[in-house]
């Protein structure tokens, strides 16, 4: 591998960039996904960026279950981002349409119809494990860039979910601000 290409791998894991889709969620995590780029989490720092065309991204992330009437959406923006790329199932609905399982609006979850990189479970999912399913998905991107790979069936990977409790992290964070 030359020189650009080591760099460009480089950088693709450094500075990932986000096209954020909604594909029929209730905002729950949509606004996780936002408050990930606040300065309380401060992803924005480590590089990661939300576009606003998928032609400028390189990782898309996807939230809610897939509607019959969002399918060709979904398809048509996953097939926008350029190549290589990686997808990011944010949430419970888009890995099994979760409480919404029976519902005949919905054409299933989410992995039938593109190909998911990432899973991070969670309803909706803490603003950390959706910045740690991002860094999988970069680590993902600079690997197929490096062997100059397009996506396809590969095996998905989950995003564990922190096991503190919220309680925990509000005690510790009273106790840091009082120091």
């Known amino acids: 591998m030359n020189l650009w290409n080591r760099l460009m791998c480089h950088c693709r894991r450094r500075s990932p960039w986000l096209f954020h889709m909604n594909s029929g ?22 590089g990661v960026r939300l576009e606003g065309s998928p ?12 509607t019959n ?17 990686a997808v ?10 979760n409480v919404f399982i029976d519902s005949r609006t919905l054409a299933g979850p989410l992995n ?7 899973f991070v479970p969670g ?25 100059r790979q397009e996506a396809g ?6 995003i564990a979910i922190s096991a503190q409790d919220d309680n925990q992290v509000e005690r510790r ?4 601000a009082s120091l």
């Open 25 to 46: 969620s209730c905002n729950g995590c949509d606004i996780e996904l936002v408050a990930s780029l606040t300065p309380r989490y401060d992803a924005e720092q480590l």
């Open 55 to 66: 032609r400028h991204a390189d990782i898309l992330c996807i939230t809610g279950p897939v």
């Open 69 to 85: 009437k969002a399918v060709h959406a979904v398809q048509t923006v996953y097939e926008q981002v350029c190549g290589p790329k």
């Open 88 to 97: 990011v199932a944010i949430g419970s609905c888009p890995a099994t349409t």
């Open 112 to 118: 039938k119809h593109i190909p998911v990189d990432v």
């Open 123 to 147: 309803c909706p999912p803490r603003p950390d494990a959706i910045i740690a399913g991002v860094a999988k998905a970069a680590g993902i991107l600079a690997d197929r860039a490096a062997n």
């Open 153 to 158: 069936p590969s095996t998905p990977v989950a």
């Open 173 to 176: 964070n009273i106790r840091e």
